[in-house]
């Protein structure tokens, strides 16, 4: 067990020296100094754009001419695209003599010049896309020069507010164009209000608000029609929402409502009579899958006819990769989850494979014959938050008053005191919509538990085979995705080569080249989602599951159920975490832990059964 629990290296590191807080000297560059490193990976830190000075060489011209040239060119709008232009002058005199006043007061001249422009190009309302692409860039080379200028921060802030508030108007438009009006704050209407949570007078906004509102009452009409009264309610009530309370919604309310009421009646008396014939099992769940497409929550028929049918379906109302929630007793709605496809996959590490070990073979094929539905994304704070107060739960971490925590003043993982699900990894309060960490699996399981008296649903832990088979989504390369040695960009929270942590350290065991802006654990669905619809499988926390630790996969079960002894203290944890090696990161990485460990690489998900 001691060689299980080395596989799991911790860090060790030193800071390198912050950055200046002034604009710097010489121009900038690629490469960084040399500095210490951490023995494994742990993404993280802040990705900043920069920007490179074109080459300039001086030779023997004088730094007088030098300065001339540099003042013209800023004279002429030439600020920093070409070799010729101010900044790249300046700086290149600047490496040179650090101590040229005037060139110093030129460069800031120039920066003053690239913050005006910047701010014209903010204010221009038309041709607006190529106006904010090119602030962008305006804000980018002057971060590069002061990074720590107030006004060069607010500028920077301006800019990124405004792409927000573009790409919310953009996302909107389209929404219009496609006819997803806005449906449980989704679609064009929840676009253009973040847009206007950003600007309260942004023009283009609030003309797409009106466009949605004409829109609204006829789309309500038209899905009614078709019997899709989920989309008629929604439009409706966004309608209300848009506009003061008009008599035309109301009308149109009642008459939707009618037909609702008499198309589920209808579907239910002829459900009724197809379950009277020996071969009316079929229809009859086609019935009442439209009965659950329309019905309201919590309509009595629409409950009465699913109890009826539930066991006897393999999907019930779902399909494969379906998105829903299910309402809680106590008001509010559980995590998001998505129906993971039946199927099979081969599952462990192969005997060929690069860093694998015998933990994780023999390679063996698992089939489920059902599908099951997965939680989009680890379980966060605010989700296992709403379970402490109602249940009046105290976690592990809680009760025995300390965690696992990483300590960036010594590099390494140690235990804290006061640390619990409500911290993050480094202690600290962690955010509402960060992966809940701290949680042993005993934890993880009361949360599950609770969830399901909750809902009325069975909610778990995954079982070691559905979370790997979850993790690949139909791949069986060496990593989550795929073969590769390197993650694609923007694909996970993993430990990469580029990523910073606050004091500056950098990991030493990590995927060169790769950085995604995060050192410790990021908010969920930070990243784009696996195949499947599935975020951070492969990497911001390794999760619990229901699994008790075997050291290998011989006898192991075929159709994807726990391998579970009762009392077994050793359990499973699976995926990769923010603060993995390159080697942990593989799809068939897994590890024991004990039961009643807490940390801050570990967090959890849950799967429903359908």
Not at 189 to 197: H, S, V
């Amino acid at each position: 067990m001691a060689g299980v629990a080395a596989a799991w290296l911790l860090a060790a590191c030193a800071p390198e020296s912050a950055p200046p807080s002034t604009a710097p000297a010489t121009a900038p560059t690629a490469t960084r100094s040399a500095g210490p490193s951490v023995k494994i990976g742990e993404p993280g830190g802040d990705t900043v754009q920069h920007w490179q000075a074109p080459a300039v060489v001086l030779g023997d011209e004088e730094a007088a001419h030098v300065r001339r040239r540099a003042a013209q060119a800023l004279a002429e709008g030439r600020l920093f695209e070409q070799a010729d232009a101010a900044i790249p002058l300046y700086l290149a005199q600047l490496q040179r003599d650090p101590q040229d006043r005037l060139a110093r007061q030129g460069l800031q001249q120039a920066q003053r010049r690239l913050l005006g422009d910047g701010r014209a190009l903010l204010a221009r309302s038309e041709q607006q896309d190529d106006a904010l692409e090119r602030a962008n860039i305006l804000a980018t080379v002057a971060l590069t020069l002061a990074p720590e200028d107030p006004q060069v921060r607010d500028f920077q802030a301006r800019v990124e507010r405004a792409q927000r508030a573009l790409g919310f108007n953009r996302a909107g438009e389209d929404d219009l164009r496609n006819q997803r009006i806005g449906e449980e704050g989704n679609g064009a209407l929840g676009n253009f209000r973040e847009a206007l949570k950003l600007d309260p007078d942004d023009a283009r906004a609030r003309q797409g608000m009106a466009a949605a509102e004409s829109a609204l009452i006829r789309l309500a009409e038209e899905a009614a029609a078709g019997y899709d009264f989920d989309a008629a309610t929604r439009w409706l009530a966004a309608a209300s929402q848009v506009r003061e309370r008009a008599p035309s919604v109301d009308d149109a309310r009642a008459r939707i409502e009618a037909a609702r009421h008499a198309r589920i009646a209808a579907l239910h008396d002829a459900a009724l009579r197809d379950l009277a014939t020996p071969v009316g099992l079929k229809p009859a769940g086609e019935k009442l899958a439209e009965v659950l497409r329309i019905a309201a929550p919590g309509d009595p028929v629409a409950a009465s006819l699913r109890e009826r049918l539930e066991l006897a379906t393999h999907y019930g109302s779902f399909r494969p990769r379906q998105v829903f929630t299910d309402s809680m007793r106590e008001g509010g709605r559980g995590p998001q989850m998505i129906v993971v496809p039946h199927g099979a996959f081969r599952m462990g590490a192969g005997d060929d494979e690069p860093g694998a070990s015998d933990f994780e073979r023999p390679a063996h094929y698992v089939r489920f014959a059902r599908g099951f539905a997965m939680s989009i994304t680890e379980v966060t704070v605010a989700e296992f938050g709403q379970f402490v107060a109602a249940a009046n739960a105290r976690p592990r971490a809680t009760r025995r008053g300390h965690s696992i925590v990483y300590d960036e003043r010594s590099g390494n993982f140690a235990r804290h005191s006061g640390v619990d699900w409500q911290s993050g990894y480094n202690g600290a309060r962690a955010a509402p919509n960060s992966p809940v960490m701290h949680i042993s699996v005993r934890d993880a399981e009361a949360y599950a538990n609770w969830l399901s008296d909750q809902t009325g649903r069975h909610y778990r832990l995954p079982t070691e085979a559905e979370f790997e088979y979850a993790l690949r989504a139909g791949s069986q390369g060496r990593y989550p995705w795929g073969k590769a040695g390197t993650p694609p960009e923007g694909s996970g929270n993993y430990t990469g080569g580029n990523d910073v942590s606050p004091s500056g350290r950098h990991w030493a065991n990590a995927f060169v080249g790769y950085g995604d802006g995060f050192w410790g654990p990021a908010p969920v669905a930070s990243f784009r989602a696996n195949a499947w619809g599935l975020y951070d499988m492969g990497g911001n926390l390794s999760e619990w599951v229901a699994d008790c630790w075997h050291a290998s996969y011989r006898r192991a079960p075929a159709d994807g159920l726990a391998w579970y002894n009762p009392g077994c203290r050793q359990r499973v944890i699976r995926g990769g975490s923010w603060a993995n090696s390159p080697q942990q990161t593989r799809a068939a990485w897994r590890l024991s832990q004990d039961s009643d460990v807490t940390s801050a690489r570990i967090g959890f998900r849950l799967v429903r059964g359908i």
